[in-house]
């Protein structure tokens, strides 16, 4: 059985409002608090003004701001979870959403069932209810406040790059190849090239600084979370 989520404020950011009103009731029919915004600039003023929204789900196409310029602009100091929403079903422009920051991008037409089946898994990892906390010399996992510090200083992650470092760490000392990265990381979420994985690796053990080593590449294979004595 699935674990019920907590009720989470969802800011919905789509210039249609058919499309705003279809997401926002089969949200609240799932217990969930929905604010709505029809645009780019909206949902940038709605952003800065609310400082409790739990995950957003932003369309890419709009006037005014688009939403790749909004994920951008909410990265520079947020790692609320997103769940981008488009048309636009190039791989290229796929690949640019993750690189900018989104946990999710979904291409229009989409069930609205799977978008909340998406949502719901988001919260479950980011609003989780019990307290959980990996400690390693130097580096500190806390899974409930969704943080993670070095030296006691809290980095920023995105949600990919906290489920990745937390993903190698809870299994130290186990080499990791790509696609067992790719299946327990992004599972079902991304359809792209593996390499994102070494993308994302390279930002960790930048943002860890001198405990970047403890991501070690194992050549031909992927990659090891080893702590050094």
Same mark, same amino acid.
């Given at each position: 059985m699935t674990?019920?989520?907590?009720?989470?404020?969802?800011?919905?950011?789509?210039? !249609?409002?058919? +499309?705003?009103?279809l997401i926002r009731n089969f949200l609240e029919v799932n217990?969930?608090?929905?604010? #709505?915004?029809?645009?780019?600039? /909206?949902?940038?003023?709605?952003?800065?003004?609310?400082? =409790?929204?739990?995950l957003i789900i932003?369309?890419?196409?709009?006037?005014?701001?688009?939403?790749?310029?909004? &994920? +951008? /602009?909410?990265?520079?100091?947020?790692?609320?979870?997103?769940? +981008? &929403?488009?048309?636009?079903?190039? #791989?290229?422009? !796929?690949?640019m959403g993750y690189d900018i920051g989104a946990d999710q991008y979904i291409t229009k037409p989409f069930s609205f069932k799977v978008l909340v089946a998406k949502v719901e898994a988001i919260l479950r990892r980011t609003m989780p209810q019990q307290t959980e906390i990996l400690d390693f010399n130097g580096v500190s996992i806390d899974k409930v406040a969704h943080a993670v510090y070095v030296d006691n200083e809290e980095i920023?992650?995105?949600?990919?790059e906290f489920d990745l470092l937390c993903y190698l760490a809870e299994n130290q000392g186990i080499t990791l190849s790509r696609?067992?990265? $790719?299946?327990?990381?992004?599972?079902? =979420?991304?359809?792209g090239d593996?390499?994102?994985?070494?993308?994302?690796?390279?930002? $960790?053990?930048?943002?860890?600084?001198?405990?970047? +080593?403890?991501?070690?590449?194992?050549?031909?294979i992927g990659y090891k979370f080893e702590v050094s004595q």
């Open positions: 674990t019920a989520v907590t009720k989470a404020k969802i800011l919905v950011v789509d210039d !249609e409002f058919k +499309m705003r009103r217990g969930h608090v929905v604010i #709505e915004a029809s645009d780019g600039e /909206e949902a940038l003023n709605i952003f800065y003004t609310t400082k =409790d929204i739990d932003l369309d890419v196409m709009m006037p005014r701001v688009n939403g790749f310029d909004v &994920l +951008m /602009e909410i990265r520079a100091s947020s790692s609320v979870p997103v769940i +981008m &929403l488009t048309a636009r079903a190039q #791989e290229c422009d !796929e690949i920023y992650l995105s949600v990919k696609e067992k990265i $790719l299946d327990n990381v992004w599972n079902f =979420d991304y359809f593996a390499r994102t994985i070494d993308t994302h690796v390279t930002k $960790l053990r930048k943002k860890l600084g001198k405990y970047g +080593m403890y991501l070690s590449t194992v050549r031909g």
